[in-house]
């Protein structure tokens, strides 16, 4: 296993980098021999990294003790699932996960059919690159098949907080996302590099572009629900520097997503596209420099200094490239075809939109290394907490909400007033309802009822659009309404699926703004017998036991609750205290609802018949889940459309306005 597995590192830098040399002479002789041979090269890397991550997992599972990777990050009496999902525990794990998927991303697109495309040789020399540099750096600094210079009889176990099904998707899919961002940056490159400034590399990018949008989506998601239920703070999202870091791409890649329809339609916003991607990119590598370098103190960290010196080296490379490869071809990106005709419409929308999310952007990367700033500038290192990212953030995001609401409403090339207002009438009528209703059940908060009163306002605006189509299409099809539904879907996959996005982002806004503005909260030590009343809710103290389980210790307070004085059952809150482990792990006991979460931590006790709990009622928080969801769902939509040719969306769009349309 030590031999095969080490061979498989060292056999692909060699691999790799023979691919590179080939693609690169290739190219200069214009020798297809030699470019089939380096794409061959690629499927021997595949290979080579599927059999890494086999043996990787093999040796977790079956605890081979002699591995330092293994015996570092599980134990005897670790379930195998997290045995297995120990994978990604640590930097060496991570990094060959990093590496295997993309190897496979790599491997997809040199043997997809746009294989013949005269950019598929560029894009794959720079995803080798990346290849290249992965191999490198875990032979280097992260090798999982590193041996211990003595067997240990067990070993030291897996983070408890690491111990929960989060562990097994938040990881995968946020890697799907950060790995999927080199695809569209290679074709960008690659573009340049061949002066094809037209939207060809838009349409050939932009599934691979949605996939990787929606695993950073995912893996945010994933996060907070999981941050919410094993950390017992209470919350989803503590703007902690490495959730930030996952974060900033995803704003970045929204922008581009949203402007990538604007060259589509008119061959514009060529410099912001290739801005983005290029930002986007770099972002996930500076993301994982914060996670290995330990400069930032956050629970995510992996703290290892020599591979954040590795990673800062390869992001100003590819800083380097990137600016290189831009100046030299600026002339061609910023000659734009069309410029925008009106400040008024669709596409001035979409641009205002661009400038809010990367505003954003800035903002929070400006709040995660303000310390690290402060810190070399005046030798005090300043603390950045969640006040800062709510103050700056909450306008922005609510600006985002608002123009998310106006933009389906306003007319592409040059939108009037009277017709704006004529569409906008009824959802602008449902956000000032449910203003005035907010106010009249005695709902305060002032910037709280904006946000929720313009999130129903994007959502109106939203179901409006699927109104609207649903009667125009009943109206000519005599279509009953589940069929014009399903039709109207069918047809405009990109407009609908990207609209049911939208949807999902408003009923995430509402749980955001709700739980943030209504929670109900209290700490109070109870005897057994006495309660804790919160809201609606009473909770009666029934007394701790005590049990083991898998070897751990498991101290239990149960707690029997009722709603508005009705029996809802009994709950357990826990501490668990691992054999492997200082600190014990708490399990949270949530009761859920549609509206509102009953949140109860065992904070600490002083016998069997006295504790201290802290209790929530967080509101509304299960709709970011369920938002999340529909992000999802109206992505997959939104992937399976757009089968018409770039070529023929832009010509559709000239012939449009030659037409006057």
């Not at 581009?256 to 912001?272: A, C, D, N, P, Y």
């Not at 290995?292 to 103190?297: D, E, K, N, Q």
């Not at 400006?366 to 603390?383: D, H, Q, R």
């Not at 999802?632 to 459309?641: E, H, K, Q, Y």
Request: hydrophobic fraction near 50%.
């Amino acid at each position: 296993m030590y031999i095969i597995g080490n061979l498989s590192l060292y056999l692909g830098i060699g691999i790799a980098f023979y691919s590179i040399i080939l693609y690169v002479w290739g190219l200069k002789n214009k020798n297809n021999k030699m470019i089939n041979s380096a794409r061959g090269g690629v499927l021997s890397l595949v290979l080579l990294s599927s059999i890494a991550t086999f043996l990787l997992l093999y040796n977790l599972g079956t605890s081979q003790f002699q591995y330092k990777y293994v015996a570092a990050y599980t134990s005897e009496n670790l379930p195998l699932v997290y045995k297995l999902t120990a994978f990604w525990a640590g930097n060496a794990g991570s990094l060959l996960l990093w590496l295997f998927l993309l190897c496979l991303y790599t491997g997809f697109l040199v043997f997809s059919k746009e294989k013949r495309n005269p950019m598929m040789p560029y894009v794959s020399i720079i995803m080798l690159l990346n290849i290249l540099f992965f191999f490198i750096v875990i032979v280097i600094s992260g090798n999982p098949f590193e041996m211990t210079e003595t067997i240990p009889a067990d070993g030291k176990g897996l983070n408890p907080m690491l111990q929960h099904p989060g562990m097994i998707l938040h990881p995968v899919t946020l890697y799907l996302g950060y790995v999927g961002l080199a695809v569209p940056f290679s074709f960008a490159i690659a573009a340049l590099i061949l002066k094809r400034m037209d939207a060809e590399w838009i349409k050939l990018t932009r599934r691979w572009t949605l996939v990787a949008w929606v695993f950073l989506t995912l893996g945010n998601i994933i996060g907070g629900w999981w941050a919410y239920l094993e950390l017992g703070w209470g919350g989803y999202w503590a703007w902690d520097p490495v959730e930030n870091a996952s974060f900033l791409p995803w704003l970045t890649v929204s922008a581009f997503l949203h402007s990538v329809m604007i060259q589509e339609r008119k061959g514009m916003l060529k410099t912001w596209n290739i801005s983005l991607v290029i930002i986007s990119y770099l972002l996930t590598l500076f993301g994982t420099f914060l996670v290995r370098s330990g400069v930032l103190t956050s629970v995510h960290a992996f703290g290892d200094g020599n591979l954040g010196a590795y990673f800062l080296i390869f992001m100003v490379f590819m800083i380097v490239l990137s600016l290189y490869v831009v100046l030299t071809r600026y002339q061609l990106i910023k000659k734009e075809t069309n410029p925008i005709e009106s400040y008024f419409s669709k596409e001035s929308s979409f641009l205002l939109n661009n400038l809010i999310l990367v505003g954003g952007a800035f903002a929070v990367l400006w709040g995660s290394m303000y310390p690290l700033i402060s810190e070399a500038l005046t030798g005090t290192k300043v603390n950045v907490g969640p006040p800062y990212f709510e103050k700056v953030m909450a306008p922005i995001l609510l600006g985002l909400i608002v123009l998310m609401g106006i933009c389906p409403l306003i007319a592409w090339q040059k939108a009037t007033f009277e017709r704006f207002i004529k569409s906008a009438l009824w959802p602008l009528i449902a956000g000032v309802i449910s203003a005035i209703i907010l106010v009249a059940i005695g709902i305060k908060g002032s910037f709280a009822i904006v946000g929720l009163a313009s999130t129903v306002f994007m959502f109106a605006s939203h179901l409006k659009e699927f109104y609207d189509g649903i009667r125009a299409r009943r109206k000519a099809t005599k279509e009953s309404v589940a069929m014009a539904t399903c039709k109207l879907l069918v047809k405009n996959q990109r407009r609908y699926g990207g609209y049911i996005v939208h949807i999902g982002i408003a009923v995430i806004a509402i749980g955001v703004i709700s739980s943030h503005a209504y929670v109900k909260d209290t700490l109070q030590t109870v005897s057994v017998g006495e309660k804790v009343e919160i809201g609606d809710y009473q909770l009666t103290f029934n007394g701790l036991t005590e049990h083991s389980k898998n070897g751990n210790g498991i101290v239990v307070a149960a707690l029997e609750t009722s709603y508005k004085g009705k029996s809802v059952g009994t709950i357990n809150a826990e501490k668990i205290f691992y054999e492997t482990w200082p600190e014990p792990a708490t399990e949270v006991a949530i009761k859920t609802n549609w509206k509102e979460d009953l949140y109860v931590v065992l904070s600490s006790w002083e016998s069997k018949d006295k504790a201290t709990f802290q209790v929530k009622v967080n509101p509304f928080v299960s709709w970011i889940w369920f938002g999340g969801m529909l992000m999802v769902f109206g992505t997959a939509i939104a992937l399976i459309g757009g089968k018409t040719t770039t070529s023929r969306v832009y010509k559709m769009g000239i012939q449009h306005k030659k037409a006057g349309v």
